[in-house]
Nanobody
Framework: QVHLEESGGGLVEVGGSLRLSCVGS????????VGWFRQAPGREREFVGV????????YYSDSAKGRFTISRDTAKNTVYLQMNDLKPEDTAVYYC?????????????????WGQGTQVTVTT
C-alpha cells in the first residue's frame, strides 16, 4: 500500500514561489515514477510534470516548463515541486501521484495512488 501526503501550498503573489512536498510511504513509492497534477475549479485535472524513480529524468507540461522543477530525495521519501514565477492561472489544488502504468505518463489514469492535494492560490 502507498500513502501520499502533500504539503506546502498556500497564498502567494504573482511572480512569487512555492515549494510543494509529497511524502510517500511504501516500496511502490520509492520504486516508481511520481507525478504532479493540478485541478482548478471547473476544470479537468491537468498534468504538471513527472519524475522517474531515481530522480534522473523529468518531464513537464508546456505550462510548467521553465518555471517548475521536480526533484526527489530518496532518503526522505519525498518528491518536491518547486514553482517559480507563479501566475494566477497556476491557482489550483495540486496532487502528487504514483505512476502504476508505464505509458502515457501525462494521463492521470496511469497513476494508481494519489495524495489528498494541497491548495495553491496566486493573487494579483
Amino acid at each position: 500500500q502507498v500513502h501520499l501526503e502533500e504539503s506546502g501550498g498556500g497564498l502567494v503573489e504573482v511572480g512569487g514561489s512555492l515549494r510543494l512536498s509529497c511524502v510517500g510511504s511504501g516500496n511502490k513509492f520509492t520504486d516508481s515514477a511520481v507525478g504532479w497534477f493540478r485541478q482548478a475549479p471547473g476544470r479537468e485535472r491537468e498534468f504538471v510534470g513527472v519524475i522517474n524513480w531515481n530522480g534522473i529524468s523529468t518531464y513537464y507540461s508546456d505550462s510548467a516548463k521553465g518555471r517548475f522543477t521536480i526533484s526527489r530525495d530518496t532518503a526522505k521519501n519525498t518528491v518536491y515541486l518547486q514553482m517559480n514565477d507563479l501566475k494566477p492561472e497556476d491557482t489550483a489544488v495540486y496532487y502528487c501521484a504514483v505512476r502504476t502504468v508505464t505509458a502515457n505518463q501525462v494521463i492521470d489514469d496511469k497513476y494508481g495512488y494519489w495524495g489528498q492535494g494541497t491548495q495553491v492560490t496566486v493573487t494579483t
